[in-house]
Structure formats: C-alpha cells, structure tokens
C-alpha cells in the first residue's frame, strides 16, 4: 500500500439524501478537500475512519459528490512527515486531519493558514501544538486527552491485577519525542508501586526481536507499549512476541484485539466521530483556532482471556468486574 493511497467514502448517494443538511444543499457544486497524515499504515486506522467516514455521511459530506479525502501515509517512517505534509499543503486542502505528536508537529510546520484537526494526541499544549486549550489560536483545533496519567494507570492496571509482577519493559519509539516524558512518568508511578521498570527502544520493525531478547535478559514480567504509529502498526507482533515470552502486557485499547493482554485507553472510535464534527464546523466557516480543544471523555478496558489462557494466567474478578469488554 502506497503513502499515497487515496481514501475513498463509498456511499450510496441516494440513501442519504433525506440526511444532507441545509448547508451541504447550499454548497451545490462545491467539492471540499480534505487532507489526512497518518504516521503509520492505512489498514490500522480502518475502524476510525470507518467512524469518520459515518458522521461526515450523516453531516452531508459525500465522497464522489462533495466530498475528496487524500491521505499520506509514513508507515512509520517519520523522516518522510515533512514531505508528506508538504504534499497535502499543496493540494490545497480545505482542512488537514491527523492524529498523534509527530504527525501534527510535522502539519503545524507546513502550514500556518490551512486549518488543521487533530482528532487524537496526548497532550496537545505540553508537545507545543496549541498554547491554551480555551482558546488553542492559530489554524488548528481537536481533542486531546492526558497521556501521561493512561501510562501510569496502565501500570498500576498490571499491578492490581496481577501482584506478582516486579518487573516491568516500558517499549517506546524514541522518534516520537513523547517518549521521554512517558518513561519519567512510569519511573514515577513504578516507584509508588514497587515495581523496576527499564526502557527499550524500537526504531523501526525490524528492531522488535532483538529487543524482546533484551526483554527476556532484563528477567521482565511484564510489557507495555507506547501508543505510537509505527508500535501500533506492529501491535500484533509485539503481542506474539509478549506471548511467546509469556510476559504479561498492556497498552491503548485497540492491543487487546492484536493479542495483547490488556488494552486501556481513550475510545479512539469516538475521538474521529468527533474530529468529523470539527471538520463540519470548519467547513461552514468557523476559525480553527477559535473552536476549543476538547478533552477525551469516554475511556475503555479491554481484557483477552484468550491471551490469558496462552501465558497461563488468570484475570482476578478485581479486574473482570472493571473491564468493558472481554475477548474470548
């Protein structure tokens, strides 16, 4: 798949017509534009565009009629941002979509006048995307949810639900500059809870192997992942790798489903059903910098006891009482 795959909203055209909104009716004839950078694969962000792709139907927007997505894609290469971004900028997209740190610093930097959403990051004014979240100013907007408290309970996650572990492998990409404070983070949080938590590095997809055999020399009962592009692309080999291990781990939601263990986090389903609705308002005129960021409100557990049985090991009713899905 190439990174300049075009994304196509397939829409029975008919169907919506009852749905289309005044606005969209008055635009006859206008084809707007929309510009998406994902710092991974197009195949990994298929259920959130999927969700996209559903409130920008509702709210009017139709691909082939009115409606033109071009994404670029870095597959986890984020020395390709730059011109990625540049690309869309010159595509003269009405508004840019992203999501994550290194994507939306690369954006921020190619354009001060195209209005940018971010539909999902970390902390947005701690990265320097926005300086205030009242009022973000500029041309970009979005949500954005406490990153560095989900690593934390994440952790403490593993140690209610399984006493056991001392050890812990904090698995980061050091491209992603939100790496350093995540691992201060978990040193903290590991302290309060007894545990020895160690950082590895993963650069690219070929680094996973080796670094799991370091894993294994560090004695690890347990992992996490850091919620970057290029891990959450290879969610499902880290898992395997987790499994075969038998280590323990956890990390965003969507890791539960690849495999993992344990999956907590924002609903990323519900952060682009959103980033929809920040692209309508645009579209109809507002200021980005004007439309106040929002921050996540719906997070979710996820528990694979499929997973469990294969490390043998057991989910406590203190986390099964807890969780919001289970996978069997």
């Not at 190439?2 to 969209?24: C, D, E, H």
């Not at 409130?55 to 997505?69: A, H, M």
């Not at 645009?282 to 409100?297: F, N, R, V, Y």
Request: aromatic share 8%; hydrophobic share 45%.
């Amino acid at each position: 798949m190439t990174a300049r795959r075009k994304i196509l909203i397939g829409v029975g055209a008919g169907a919506l017509v009852a749905q289309l909104p005044s606005f969209a009716q008055q635009q006859a004839g206008k084809i707007y534009r929309i510009g998406y950078l994902g710092g991974g694969w197009q195949t990994t962000v298929g259920r959130q565009f999927e969700a996209l792709r559903d409130e920008l139907r509702v709210r009017g927007y139709v691909e082939g009629k009115n409606l033109i997505i071009e994404g670029r894609w870095a597959e986890g290469k984020y020395d390709r941002f730059p011109g990625l971004a540049a690309e869309l900028v010159n595509l003269k997209a009405d508004v840019l979509l992203t999501s994550g740190t290194p994507a939306s610093q690369a954006l921020k930097r190619a354009t001060m006048t195209i209005p940018i959403v971010v539909a999902s990051i970390g902390d947005i004014v701690s990265s320097g995307i926005v300086t205030n979240l009242a009022r973000p100013g500029g041309n970009i907007t979005g949500s954005s949810y406490f990153s560095l408290e989900l690593y934390a309970k994440r952790l403490e996650l593993l140690r209610d639900g399984f006493p056991q572990v001392r050890k812990v492998a904090i698995v980061l990409n050091p491209a992603n500059l939100s790496g350093d404070p995540i691992f201060l983070v978990s040193q903290k949080a590991a302290k309060a809870l007894k545990l020895e938590v160690r950082r590895f590095d993963i650069r690219s997809a070929q680094d996973f192997k080796s670094v799991f055999a370091d894993i294994a020399k560090f004695r690890a009962d347990a992992a996490v992942i850091h919620q970057d592009a290029l891990l959450i692309s290879n969610s499902k080999l880290f898992a395997e790798l987790a499994i075969k291990g038998r280590l323990l781990s956890i990390g965003f939601p969507e890791y539960a489903d690849f495999g993992g263990l344990m999956g907590y986090g924002i609903d990323q389903i519900d952060q682009y059903r959103r980033a929809a609705a920040f692209v309508d308002q645009i579209l109809k005129g507002a200021k980005a910098g004007d439309i106040p960021i929002e921050q996540a409100s719906k997070f979710e557990l996820i528990a694979n006891r499929k997973t469990a049985k294969l490390i043998g090991v057991q989910f406590p009713d203190l986390i099964l009482q807890r969780v919001d899905r289970v996978i069997d």
